[in-house]
């Protein structure tokens, strides 16, 4: 198979690993794929997602590779993905290289492999952005030796404890194969850190998700934690499970960044659950709604308390706390940043607030 044909296979098989909350594929008229926006540090840039080889020695229920089972047997050669690439970044703007694999018969095998496609994509030049994907069972030789030429690396936890992972899969360990590779990978301190992903199903509560996030920001050192919600797999054990709500995946999101960010707390969060899944509603407004007995003005809020109001952020909290002259109308606060809509049921300016016929 020519290398075109194969970055096609290869691209969209890389579309399961996500690289951020909001992501789209581009549409190239040569309809090659594998190519993605992610927003990262307030920046969007292209990166090109794929596999080094689709082909994987795991069983893991979910995915159409497992045991072997790729319809088509594919792989890059290290010089063909190499040359791929410095066509994508010299011609259409791509800027990251984010490479998985399936592990293949031997996982330090298939890494050293990777590793080289990487050290030529440096030779031909690039010194920007490289994730890395470890490969369960890899060896810490092998993870260090990939560390020399990336910028981040991950290993994806794909379950939130290992009652779960057992139930996805009779090959991965969750403990040795999945948590040692990440102490190792916190251990060689990357300058972009590392992230893992977990699949949202019907086998995990929102609250052992978030029990797992807090654990890996706390110990792993995490950069960022990643949501994907569950979507059956025609042909996989698993292809007539119920597929996830984006809602789901949109709220542990939303409840991530109050945690990194707003420094929320993870027991207010178990506070607005329902057997241990969070509520449609946006976590910050119904939060908000059991934490502000009435309107606030915004001129006498401490910052713990502006952050709190739906719209606010913590950049505008912090223009609002640090104004030297007082709110007197929603143009004043909308041009310090805030969203006055999502605010002002919470919120008074200048001794005013929004008349609502519905008292939150």
């Not at 994509?121 to 994730?131: A, D, E, I, P």
Request: hydrophobic share 30%; glycine share 6%.
């Amino acid at each position: 198979m020519d290398p075109l044909s194969k970055a096609k296979v290869l691209g969209k098989a890389g579309k399961y690993d996500t690289c951020g909350f909001k992501q789209c594929e581009i549409k190239l008229n040569n309809g090659l794929g594998g190519i993605y926006h992610a927003k990262a540090e307030h920046k969007t840039c292209k990166i090109f997602k794929t596999l080094m080889g689709n082909n994987c020695s795991q069983d893991c229920k979910y995915c159409p590779n497992r045991n072997h089972g790729a319809k088509k047997k594919v792989a890059y050669k290290p010089g063909e993905l190499a040359r791929i690439f410095d066509y994508l970044n010299k011609n259409m703007d791509v800027s990251g290289l984010f490479l998985s694999s399936g592990v293949g018969s031997d996982p330090d095998k298939e890494t050293e492999r990777m590793i080289e496609a990487v050290k030529l994509v440096r030779k031909n030049g690039f010194k920007r952005y490289v994730h890395f994907k470890v490969l369960p069972g890899t060896s810490y030789d092998m993870i260090k030796r990939a560390a020399e030429v990336s910028n981040r690396m991950s290993i994806n936890i794909e379950a939130p404890n290992k009652s779960i992972m057992n139930e996805l899969s009779d090959t991965k360990e969750f403990k040795t194969d999945i948590l040692r590779r990440q102490s190792w990978i916190k251990k060689l301190s990357l300058s972009g850190g590392q992230s893992t992903q977990v699949i949202l199903n019907n086998l995990s509560t929102d609250k052992e998700v978030l029990r797992m996030m807090k654990w890996e920001y706390d110990e792993m050192d995490l950069r960022r934690f990643y949501y994907s919600r569950f979507r059956p797999v025609k042909g996989t054990p698993l292809e007539n499970e119920e597929e996830q709500p984006m809602i789901r995946q949109n709220r542990l999101y939303n409840v991530d960044f109050l945690y990194r960010c707003y420094d929320f707390k993870m027991n207010e969060f178990n506070s607005i659950m329902d057997d241990g899944m969070l509520p449609k509603e946006d976590p910050k407004l119904v939060l908000a709604r059991e934490y502000f007995d009435s309107p606030v003005d915004v001129n006498e809020c401490s910052y713990e308390e502006l952050i709190r109001i739906p719209g606010i952020g913590p950049q505008t909290a912090k223009r609002l706390y640090y104004c030297k002259r007082k709110i007197k109308k929603a143009e004043d606060l909308r041009k310090l940043g805030a969203r006055i809509k999502m605010a002002r049921p919470f919120i008074e300016i200048d001794g005013k607030r929004q008349m609502s016929l519905m008292e939150f």
